[in-house]
């Protein structure tokens, strides 16, 4: 990741560039993306809120940085992870511990009173 105003490399958690003290992050917080236009042009021209009207953010129209930006050409929701046949017994395993323990000393009981038989 490159700094918006010096462009030199910085970390990506970097709350602020260390050379320049530009913001990275909003309100000084690691999880908050500051999103920022580039040249003269304003987030608001590419947004999705702005387009069906539901920002709240005071600098619109004329927003350079903004913490709600979208652009409308990206979906809202990201593709969800559907995990493989594999992975789901193995996560029902995990949840299921406790009754996979009793069936096992169930079916191990079972084989040692059929065996003494």
Known sequence: MNCPRCHQAVDPRAIACPFCRTPLKAYGHPGIPLYR????????????????????????????????????EQPLVAPTYRPSAWAQVQLWARRNMTLLGILVLLGVSLAIALAQR
């Open 37 to 72: 236009a580039t040249g003269e042009e304003y987030l608001c021209d590419s947004c999705i809120y702005h387009e069906d009207d539901s920002c709240n953010f005071p600098q619109r129209p004329y927003a350079q940085d903004c913490t709600l930006y979208h652009h409308r």
